[in-house]
């Protein structure tokens, strides 16, 4: 079973920056499809962007130009670099693999934007 591990959520300030992690176990890392999500209170989840096994990458519109998915398979790891950050950014960032039948998903890590 793929475990997925969040870190790197806090609490900045409007227009500043922040890079969350996710560290996946097993061998099988590079072979999977992974993805930032985020739920906000009274929201639904939604995807923030996703990177497949070749690199190809997918942003929600309102994330476009301002955050970069990223990931290193030598580390298990994928990132999200998020910049310019709004008060509309704020929620808990969960991350998750998908292969096949597949489908794990970290504890989330939150984030929050606020002056």
């Known amino acids: 079973q793929v475990q997925l591990v969040e870190s790197g959520g806090g609490l900045v300030q409007p227009g500043g920056s922040l890079r969350l992690s996710c560290v996946a176990s097993g061998n099988s890392f590079s072979l999977y499809t992974m993805g930032w999500y985020r739920q906000a209170p009274g929201k639904q989840r939604e995807l923030v962007a996703s990177?497949?096994?070749?690199?190809?990458?997918n942003y929600a519109d309102s994330v476009k130009g301002r955050f970069t998915i990223s990931r290193d398979n030598d580390k298990n790891t994928v990132y999200l670099q998020m910049n310019n950050l709004k008060p509309e950014d704020t929620a808990v960032y969960y991350c998750?693999?998908?292969?096949?039948?597949?489908?794990?998903w970290g504890q989330g890590t939150q984030v929050t934007v606020s002056s």
């Open positions: 990177i497949t096994n070749s690199g190809s990458t």
């Open positions: 998750n693999a998908k292969y096949y039948w597949l489908d794990p």
